[in-house]
Nanobody
Framework: QVQLVESGGGLVQAGGSLRLSCAASGIIFSINAMGWYRQALGKQRELVATITRYGSTSYTDSVKGRFAISRDNAKNTVYLQLNSLKPEDTAVYYC??????????WGQGTQVTVSS
C-alpha cells in the first residue's frame, strides 16, 4: 500500500531555514507529480508547491522565492527547502500527489513552527 513519511520539521526563528523530506513507497514515484501541502491550526489544508515528473515546479504566491521543491527519483523522495521562514509558515506539512484529486492516504506530516 502507499505510504508517505514526512520528516525534517522543527522549531526555528523567523528568517531561518528547514529542509523537509518525504519518502514514498507503494507507488511508481518517478511518473507521478508530487506536491507539498500544509495545514495551519484551524485552517484548511493548502497546496504549497508541486513538481512534475519532468521537474517543472510551481508555488503558491505566499512562498514564491522562499521555498524550493525538488525530487530524487532514485530515492523515491521529494524535498521542500524552506528559507526566510515567517511565523505565518507555521503549520503541519504533508506531501502527496501533485494533483487535486485521487490523493493517496495522508502521512503523519511534519510540524514546522516559526517563532517571531
Amino acid at each position: 500500500q502507499v505510504q508517505l513519511v514526512e520528516s525534517g520539521g522543527g522549531l526555528v526563528q523567523a528568517g531561518g531555514s528547514l529542509r523537509l523530506s518525504c519518502a514514498a513507497s507503494g507507488i511508481i514515484f518517478s511518473i507521478n507529480a508530487m506536491g507539498w501541502y500544509r495545514q495551519a491550526l484551524g485552517k484548511q489544508r493548502e497546496l504549497v508547491a508541486t513538481i512534475t515528473r519532468y521537474g517543472s515546479t510551481s508555488y503558491t504566491d505566499s512562498v514564491k522565492g522562499r521555498f524550493a521543491i525538488s525530487r530524487d527519483n532514485a530515492k523515491n523522495t521529494v524535498y521542500l527547502q524552506l528559507n526566510s521562514l515567517k511565523p505565518e509558515d507555521t503549520a503541519v506539512y504533508y506531501c502527496n500527489a501533485g494533483r487535486p484529486y485521487d490523493y493517496w492516504p495522508w502521512g503523519q506530516g511534519t510540524q514546522v513552527t516559526v517563532s517571531s
